[in-house]
């Protein structure tokens, strides 16, 4: 299979477009199913389109990768990127779920026999936001934002009820997420409900995303993936996919048990050992956040001051 990255870009009317990169050009999508003679009356001018139709849009994108037709493609160096899905369904996220990142934040190496998988909700149309966007830190409701690399699992296919055995079935595949997190408000005091997921998840541009969705079969193990956050220049996530406590298959198979995970849904998998809030370092204004995870591509976001 000829590699190929799916992404959304902004057209020149502004308005998100859905692209396909094959080595360093960027096609549209849509132009590039028409001119191949392909289109089957599909209509694939957003990822959503594409994603909610996967089944029938993968062979088709696998085939035009290995042998374009003559339309103009432009360099990624020139292409203003958005966050790849506008927007997510729904924006899963796995709550300690690397085994040296629980022993960085608890001190104690985890049991996963006493264990089940955690998940929480970010809000996707508010916090989602793309490659080069700002991360505008909510002055106004914390001053502890912490920074969290992870590898998201874009659902392709419906999944309710799906074993661990079968769950990869569903999978279009994988992009990069930075789940920030309000670390001031991990906690409530004045509520017998102590965990205080919302406070701490989620706020406008809180999960950058990007910068691009890299198909499930061009990655032969996803649980073994290199991933690296630097902020401005120092290292402080190195660490790799293998530290998962449960895997993507897992995971699936634990949220279909309760609801139907739908095509364009977003799980963010979670982070491994080296956030800020284990050493109290946090963002600040005029800090940048680069995110390389193996394969995947790269996700770099400047910081400013919101509101």
């Known amino acids: 299979m000829v590699p190929y990255r799916l992404l959304s870009y902004f057209a020149d009317t502004g308005e998100p477009r859905a692209g396909l990169l094959i080595g360093d050009l960027v096609y549209d999508l849509d ?3 028409r001119a191949a003679g392909r289109d089957h009356g599909l209509q694939w001018s957003t990822m959503l389109d594409i994603l909610r139709d996967w089944e029938a ?3 088709i994108l696998e085939i035009i990768a290995a042998d374009p037709p003559p339309v103009a493609g432009w360099p990624l160096a020139a292409t203003r990127l958005m966050a790849p899905i506008l927007y997510p369904g729904a924006l899963y996220c796995a709550a300690a779920n690397y085994s040296d990142h629980l022993e960085e934040m ?3 190496a985890p049991d996963k026999s006493t264990l089940a998988p955690y998940f929480f909700l970010k809000t996707p149309v508010q916090s989602v936001i793309g490659p080069g966007a700002e991360i505008r830190l909510p002055t106004r409701h914390t001053g502890k934002v912490d920074w969290e690399a992870e590898i998201g699992v874009v659902i392709g296919r419906a ?7 079968r769950a990869m079935d569903h999978v279009a595949g ?3 997420v930075n789940d920030l997190s309000a670390r001031d408000h991990m906690r409530r005091d004045d509520w017998p409900f102590r965990s205080d997921w919302f406070g701490q998840k989620c706020w406008d541009t809180s999960a950058p995303m990007g910068p691009w969705i890299t198909p499930a079969a061009a990655i032969a193990d996803p649980h073994a993936l290199a991933i690296r956050t630097w902020v401005n220049e120092a290292l402080r996530q190195d ?3 293998r530290r998962m406590i449960f895997d993507i298959p897992e995971q699936i198979a634990a949220i279909s048990r309760q609801l139907t ?3 364009g849904d977003v799980i963010a998998t979670g982070t491994c ?3 800020g809030h284990a050493r109290g370092t946090y963002l600040g204004p005029g800090d940048r956040v680069r995110i390389e995870i193996e394969g995947l591509g790269t996700l770099e976001n400047p910081v400013v001051a919101g509101l």
């Open 174 to 176: 994988y992009v990069v």
């Open 106 to 108: 608890t001190g104690k």
């Open 31 to 33: 132009a590039l199913t």
């Open 57 to 59: 849009t993968r062979p």
């Open 261 to 263: 995970l739908r095509p």
């Open 239 to 241: 660490s790799s996919s």
């Open 273 to 275: 050992a080296g956030v």
């Open 159 to 165: 999944a309710r009820n799906v074993p661990a055995a």
